[in-house]
Structures are given as structure tokens and as C-alpha cells.
């Protein structure tokens, strides 16, 4: 990847927008290699103190920023400099993140959200939310935390750090009375989080089987959205057919209108389970 080197990744000229960014999915693990060492000499000779001395520097966490902006060293480190703060401002968000709230495993438990065992055609993670499991004993910030943990395992493959996911919310038969559970407060700081913070790169977003009432609660979200991302959210309603031209039906559950089995909504907290018991006796 020479492309990378002639734009001065080895001579300080970090912050260089000339990349041809069409090249990032070709890095090569030097290529890699030395993209993290560059964010790290941006990391070291920033004049905030606080975020410096405490950002986790190491490979997987400095790769991951790197992937979800393209590469880009000055958007990667503000991502990173942005998610460092923001969960500083948020500790209740980040409080016993893992499998074992119980707040987090009860949204997993109803596939919220889920992911499907499939790649789709363009080798992008598929998740799926399916938003009528929501029996609202449990918060909308819960099913955020839920998906944080899920976008973490998600983003440690390497094949999703480059290849970015898409993310299926299905509305069918979600209730009016469900919908005043949709705190304009936390979808607010979702998007924060999701859009500007967590290093992911989202592909797609579908809505699908969505009342008007859905609409009109999730009007409240689109001035905070980016125009970047606003070009990745679609809304098929009841158009199953939309949703296969971007998603193919290969890889979607039955429900879905898919060639798949119907979807388990504890498939994916299983696979998580296993992998964490394989880890804890290595």
C-alpha cells in the first residue's frame, strides 16, 4: 500500500486528506502496523492531557478507529478523542457494560439487538433488532447498552472493522403505547454516541414494517443526524422488496421475507456465552 506511505504516513504529515480512500480495504497488517503507530504519534503530541494519559493505545482499540474512518488519521483520532469524552459525560451508559447486567442480557435475550449467523453479499455484518420483543420492562437505554456490547464483539473481526454493518430495526406490530417509551433524550444520545463516537461504520440502516406513529416519534432524531448517515437510513414500511434489493433474501430470516429459518433471538447471547467461556478458560 504505497498509496498510504507517498501521503506521508512515515514523514508527520499526519492529517493529509489526498488518500484515495478507495484503497483502504487492501491495508496490508504493515500497512496497519504503521497507521497505528501514526495515530499514536497524533495521540502523543495532542495538547489534551487527561484524554493522552488515559486512552487505551493498544493495537485492537487504535485499528478499530482506524477502520470505522476510513483510514483517515485526523478523523480517526477526533472519533477517538470524541468517544473518550463522551463516556466520561456518561458513566451510566458504560456502568457494568458487559453480559453480565442483567438489563444487557435481557435485551440480547429478545433480540435486542441480534445478529444474523450470515454475511451478506457484500460481506457486511447483518443486525437485526426486532423491536415489538420490547416489553418495556427494561429501557430504551438498556437496549442501547445492549447494542454497544454487541457492536463490540461485532467490531473485534477484522472482516467487520473493514467491511462495516448494516442494521434491520423491525417495527411490525410495535404498539402506540410502546412508542412512548422512545425517550427523545436517550434516541439523542444514540445517535451522539453511534454516529460520532463508537467506531463502527454503518452501511445501512432499514426500518421496516414501521407505523406512522414510529415515523413521527423518530422525526425528533433528524436534525442531529449527519447528512452522511441520513443517506444510509431507509424506510421500506411494508416494501419487503426494497429491503432485497439493498439486503438479499439469502441471508434474512423467514420473517424478513428471507430464504433463512425463522430468527432465534437467543442465537446470537448463545454464541456470546460460548465465546466467553472459551476465553475464560484459556
Given at each position: 500500500m504505497s498509496e498510504y506511505i507517498d501521503y506521508g504516513w512515515r514523514n508527520n504529515d499526519l492529517f493529509s486528506k489526498s488518500i484515495n480512500k478507495t484503497f483502504y480495504k487492501n491495508l496490508t497488517a504493515t500497512d496497519r502496523e504503521v497507521a497505528i503507530k501514526a495515530l499514536r504519534n497524533v495521540i502523543k503530541s495532542c495538547g489534551d492531557i487527561e484524554f493522552k494519559n488515559h486512552i487505551e493505545q493498544d493495537e485492537k482499540t487504535l485499528q478499530k478507529f482506524l477502520f470505522a474512518r476510513k483510514f483517515i488519521l485526523e478523523d480517526s483520532f477526533e472519533t477517538l478523542k470524541?468517544?473518550?469524552?463522551?463516556r466520561k459525560r456518561n458513566p451510566d451508559i458504560f456502568r457494568?457494560?458487559?453480559?453480565?447486567?442483567a438489563d444487557v442480557r435481557k435485551a440480547l435475550e429478545n433480540g435486542l439487538p441480534g445478529v444474523l449467523k450470515d454475511k451478506d453479499r457484500k460481506g457486511r455484518c447483518v443486525l437485526l433488532l426486532t423491536a415489538n420483543n420490547w416489553d418495556c420492562s427494561y429501557s430504551l437505554l438498556s437496549i442501547y447498552r445492549a447494542m454497544l456490547v454487541c457492536l463490540e464483539q461485532v467490531t473485534n473481526d477484522l472482516h467487520n472493522q473493514a467491511n462495516g454493518v448494516v442494521v434491520?430495526?423491525?417495527?411490525?406490530?410495535?404498539?402506540?403505547k410502546q412508542t412512548s417509551h422512545l425517550k427523545p433524550s436517550i434516541l439523542r444520545l444514540m445517535i451522539e454516541g453511534l454516529q460520532d463516537c463508537f467506531p463502527v461504520r454503518f452501511k445501512?440502516?432499514?426500518?421496516?414494517g414501521q407505523p406512522w406513529y414510529v415515523d413521527a416519534a423518530l422525526t425528533v432524531i433528524k436534525p442531529f443526524l449527519k447528512e452522511e448517515i441520513k443517506e444510509h437510513i431507509f424506510r421500506h414500511g411494508n416494501n419487503l422488496s426494497t429491503l432485497h434489493e439493498l439486503v438479499h433474501r439469502d441471508v434474512l430470516p423467514a420473517e424478513l421475507g428471507g430464504e433463512q429459518p425463522s430468527y432465534n433471538p437467543r442465537s446470537f447471547l448463545d454464541s456470546l456465552d460460548t465465546k466467553t467461556l472459551s476465553e475464560k478458560s484459556t
Open positions: 470524541n468517544f473518550y469524552w463522551y457494568d457494560l458487559n453480559l453480565d447486567s434491520i430495526v423491525d417495527w411490525t406490530e410495535f404498539s402506540y445501512g440502516i432499514h426500518f421496516i
